[in-house]
């Protein structure tokens, strides 16, 4: 941020439990400014940015105490007591990790960034989520809409050219879920893609299907 009135806002339930924040800014001056917990709750959310044309503010915030040297111009330094998961997030997480059988397993390769999200070492928005399969949006989005549609299991399925006799109901299903969600998120349209290997430009061996829509695809594809 190239200022210190870009859109700081600090949530006053944190104020309440005696937070105190240290906003530092400045380029050619620095300010420095303490906000400590007050007895009246009348506002959800403080904003400084709706003090910076006010006169007594940054006549009493030049006032303040200089910096110490080295400091960056513009940071931000909160102290609090870190907020940690509750107990009921706590057990829905060992369950997922329980219950989650790492991709090894079916000896067809080496585990992948899909286990952590399956075993919710690693969080994701899901969108869809089944006893089969999961439906999360992709975090590097290459369309408006962008998520990916995988199965639970991987199963030795670690590329649409290894699939077997007996998956293709797991395939028709995940095809299924990537229109339901599709039509409700894209309802002009969407695209459906299965990279498959080298030249597909596969690079996570654990089947998935991408669907982009919320844009005008274009004709070839790359």
Same mark, same amino acid.
């Given at each position: 941020?190239?200022?210190?009135?870009? !859109?700081?806002?600090?949530?006053?339930?944190?104020?309440?439990?005696?937070?105190? =924040?240290?906003?530092?800014?400045?380029?050619?001056?620095?300010?420095?400014?303490?906000?400590?917990?007050?007895?009246?709750?009348?506002?959800?959310?403080?904003? +400084?940015?709706n003090q910076r044309h006010n006169p007594t503010f940054l006549t009493q915030a030049k006032n303040l105490p200089p910096l110490p040297p080295n !400091?960056?111009?513009?940071?931000?330094?909160? !102290?609090?007591?870190?907020?940690?998961? =509750?107990?009921?997030?706590?057990?829905?997480?060992?369950?997922?990790?329980?219950?989650?059988?790492?991709?090894? =397993?079916?000896?067809?390769? *080496?585990? !992948? /960034?899909?286990?952590?999200?399956?075993?919710?070492?690693?969080? =994701?928005?899901?969108?869809?989520?089944?006893?089969?399969?999961?439906?999360?949006?992709?975090?590097?989005p290459q369309a408006p809409v962008h998520f990916l549609v995988i199965p639970k299991k991987r199963d030795g399925l670690t590329m649409l050219s290894?699939?077997?006799?007996?998956?293709?109901? +797991? +395939?028709?299903?995940?095809?299924?879920?990537?229109?339901?969600?599709?039509?409700?998120?894209?309802?002009?349209?969407?695209?459906? /893609?299965?990279?498959?290997?080298?030249?597909?430009?596969?690079?996570?061996?654990?089947?998935?299907?991408?669907?982009?829509?919320?844009?005008?695809?274009?004709?070839? *594809?790359?």
């Amino acid at each position: 941020q190239n200022s210190f009135y870009n !859109t700081y806002i600090v949530p006053w339930s944190l104020l309440q439990r005696g937070i105190k =924040t240290i906003v530092t800014v400045g380029h050619q001056k620095s300010i420095f400014m303490r906000i400590i917990l007050s007895r009246f709750s009348i506002l959800p959310f403080i904003s +400084l940015r709706n003090q910076r044309h006010n006169p007594t503010f940054l006549t009493q915030a030049k006032n303040l105490p200089p910096l110490p040297p080295n !400091t960056p111009h513009t940071t931000i330094h909160t !102290t609090a007591r870190q907020m940690t998961p =509750t107990p009921s997030d706590e057990v829905a997480a060992a369950k997922a990790a329980a219950a989650h059988t790492p991709s090894d =397993t079916d000896k067809a390769g *080496p585990p !992948t /960034v899909f286990d952590k999200l399956l075993s919710g070492e690693w969080p =994701t928005e899901k969108v869809y989520e089944d006893d089969l399969v999961l439906a999360f949006k992709d975090v590097n989005p290459q369309a408006p809409v962008h998520f990916l549609v995988i199965p639970k299991k991987r199963d030795g399925l670690t590329m649409l050219s290894k699939m077997r006799d007996d998956q293709k109901g +797991l +395939l028709g299903h995940m095809m299924y879920v990537a229109q339901s969600v599709g039509k409700k998120e894209c309802p002009q349209g969407f695209r459906v /893609v299965v990279n498959d290997g080298e030249h597909g430009a596969q690079s996570v061996f654990h089947l998935h299907i991408h669907v982009f829509g919320g844009r005008q695809m274009k004709w070839p *594809p790359g």
